[in-house]
């Protein structure tokens, strides 16, 4: 129901587009979001998009990463620019909701994308 895509190596500087393909009836009643987890850590937020088209983005990725969604194709995207070596992990797209004040509601999650940034 979730489809990601668009990971793969890099070296530090560079830039990827990771996609997320949702099925219609997903996408256009949650929330969107990114997170990620690197190896021995534990999985974080990176970004979010709700309904409406408002972004929200962790600390670590504000001015080197963009998220956005296309009603039409009901697909998500995390464009990440500058990318650094401590952005490698594995990126998971996932549905649900959010709330300001509250944890957020995860109601369907991706398979995951490899992210390798090197040195």
């Known amino acids: 129901q979730l489809q990601a895509s668009g990971g793969g190596p890099v070296q530090a500087g560079g830039s990827l587009r990771l996609s997320c393909a949702a099925s219609?009836?997903?996408?256009?009643?949650?929330?969107m979001t990114w997170n990620r987890q690197a190896p021995g850590k534990q999985r974080e937020l990176v970004a979010t998009?709700?309904?409406?088209?408002?972004?929200n983005y962790a600390d670590s990725v504000k001015g080197r990463f963009t998220i956005s969604r296309d009603n039409a194709k009901n697909t998500v995207y995390l464009q990440m620019n500058s990318l650094k070596p401590e952005d490698t992990a594995v990126y998971y797209c996932?549905?649900?909701?959010?709330?300001?004040?509250?944890?957020?509601?995860?109601?369907?999650w991706g398979q995951g994308t490899q992210v390798t940034v090197s040195s």
């Open positions: 996932a549905a649900g909701t959010i709330v300001v004040g509250t944890p957020i509601t995860y109601d369907y």
């Open positions: 219609g009836s997903i996408f256009r009643i949650n929330d």
């Open positions: 998009i709700t309904r409406g088209g408002a972004p």
